[in-house]
């Protein structure tokens, strides 16, 4: 019985609508098996475990057809999660959209699986990922923001997940640009992604286009249901010139740059990198928001920086939870 | 002729009005002469350079008549100058209240004292003062406020200064808290700056009382010259009980707690210390100020954390230069 030298390890990225799980390398040189499935939330904490357990048997199986590894050739298992969490413990401590309290997620893989297991905030994975393969490759201190149906983020400062004094570190979304502003269901005001979550963006469409419908070609995409708007129906119509859709987006990026442009402020990183739906917004987004930034922040933090799209869509959360076992594990990436 | 086995450090606080420069032992463990002159900016950037490098050499002399130690004892001189700089060519880029741009500060000094000199940011220096002697020593991830003509910052991490990609990290006071808010300075719109430093504290108290006087004993304070209200004035009247001031200073928490918040979510940080005229206002703002932050901020990032007001006021900048010349010079605090 032969086995290669290399080593291999799988991350997970736990969503609240899909689990997707992938083996690498661990040199990350190679991607072997990659799988997805609905993570049905409604069979509980137990249950959605049960469901990671038997995906990473599959793409460790997958993983042995595709090259000659053995299973002892897999050292680990990185998991990303929706936070706030305790890493130490491996507890995903609140998970509003799975329905999960205090429940020892690390804990559970690691005893079914036997093998170690790292557990990472899901946003803190995709920066991770996008930084060690994607479109923040190279940066020293890299700013990563999320935008999905909330806003995450995740800080690298010198090459490493930055993860502050209790793993909270990152929380770009619930940033407050308007401190009277628009109620977050954070219980703040005013923050980041009452503005400009994807859900945000289709409340703020919806609020204009009642009020007046113009030439808006928005109302007949969603066949004058105005609950069916979506962000990236906003997108889409900003991208025909659709006037309404173009305001919406100029206004996110608006909102986006204010927030942006605190982060430079801050913590002065090389690379801004945006991650989920709103990368395939293109330039009618990136490039009001850079200029927004570039009006909001110091020059010499907008001069020292890029804002970039992500490159990883639906896998730099893999990428990055086998990153995040890489540094919590073995000490470093 | 005998001198010591210790080693010896000058830190130099540079500010608008006042240039402190003070004398430490490298280990931090006795501070020796510090004396303090007007900058009298009129004299230009050579001549402030002169007075710094004849504030040193008396600060050297009085150390050598303090204690046994010679002048080739002292092994080099950090300088806290306003920013923006470039620490690693030892310029102040651009310092308005200076009238300073691209100045290069350290090499001056270096040449004419020939001794290694380290420039950094003033409020970075305050807050590592704060850290390595103050009221943050401990922390690990450290924020530091200070708060007066301006509002700066600093921020540590795993016990170094962090000073981002291109020596702007920590500009706190320029973060937005309202977008659409009140024209900074800076040029943006809406910072912290513009709502809680000391002039904007005064700023705010003029407005009310030029609509209502009230009750409030401010108008009485100033002799009805409304010019001459200050921050400091404020918080006196607060703390008699003045219901104009007690408005205004708790609008003061309310600004300085989105702004804090925000650093709680992105930074959770374990210490935020307020330096500067500010943390003499005590409980009057600091109890509604940590109300503030904890309605705003996750509840794990505000319970890994305390706020205290700073405990260096006057010499956490010269503490902090001297720790920022051990961390650029000696590779460590």
Redesign the interface.
Known sequence: MTSSKEQYIVGVDLGGTNIVAGAMTADGSRHLAMRSIPTNSFVGDEGVADRIVGLVEGVILDSMEQTDCARRDFIGIGVGAPG?LDRERGIV?VAPNLGWKDFPLAKRIQERLNLPTTLDNDANCATFGEWWQGAARGG??VVGITIGTGIG?G?I?NGAL???????????G???????GRHCK?????CLEAYASAPAIATRAREVLVREEGDSAIPAMVEGNFENITARIVYDAAKLGDPIASEIVKDTA??LG?GV??????????IVVLAGGVAEAGDALFVPLRAEVR????S??V???KIVPGSLPGTAGVVGAVASFKQQHLGGV
Chains 1, 2 share one sequence.
Do not use: K, Q, V
């Open positions: 706030p401590l020293r201190n983020g800080l400062i930055y993860h502050g004094s209790s793993d909270m570190a990152g929380e770009i619930h940033t407050t640009i308007d401190l009277n954070c219980g703040n005001y005013g608006r909102y204010a442009a605190n982060l430079l402020n801050i913590f002065n990183p090389d009006r909001r922040a110091f010499p933090a001069n020292a920086m």
